[in-house]
């Protein structure tokens, strides 16, 4: 591939849940992060192929434990990030800055970047966006 540069691509999606559910009516959808690399000519090529890929990846839909329909939705937002460095071990894939306007503290930022450990009720949440055939296992 002469000429072309790895870059790495930041996209986003919700995970819903659709229809009447057994359990309690909490509300439950589940935010997804996909970084995934791609060699193109340049920035704007790769994130072509990353929204052509996010839209395959959000096309499936599938039934949780409880027959409800579990679709995934492209937030059609991304960030692309070039690689300058040769790909092996190490190698940065993809970074991000925020400027702060306020005093924030570490757990916060940690929380905001990283998310909260995941409580046993968000735990059980967790199960509704898998499909029945895994969710037997659990």
Do not use: H, P
Not at 45 to 70: H, P
């Amino acid at each position: 591939m002469k000429n072309k540069r790895w870059f790495a691509v930041k996209t986003l999606y919700v995970t819903r849940a659709i229809g009447k559910t057994k359990a309690k009516a909490t509300f439950a959808e589940l935010l997804e992060e996909r970084v995934v690399l791609f060699q193109a000519a340049n920035a704007n090529a790769a994130v072509k192929a990353a929204e052509k890929d996010a839209k395959e990846y959000s096309q499936y839909t599938y039934q949780n434990f409880e027959g409800q329909a579990v679709r995934t939705e492209y937030l059609n937002a991304c960030d692309v990030f070039e690689l300058y460095e040769t790909l092996e071990s190490g190698v940065e894939l993809f970074a991000s800055t925020e400027v702060l306007t306020k005093k924030t503290g570490k757990n916060d930022l940690i929380a905001r970047r990283l998310g909260k450990l995941e409580t046993n009720a968000s735990i059980k949440m967790r199960k509704r966006f898998m499909s029945k055939e895994l969710g037997a296992y659990l």
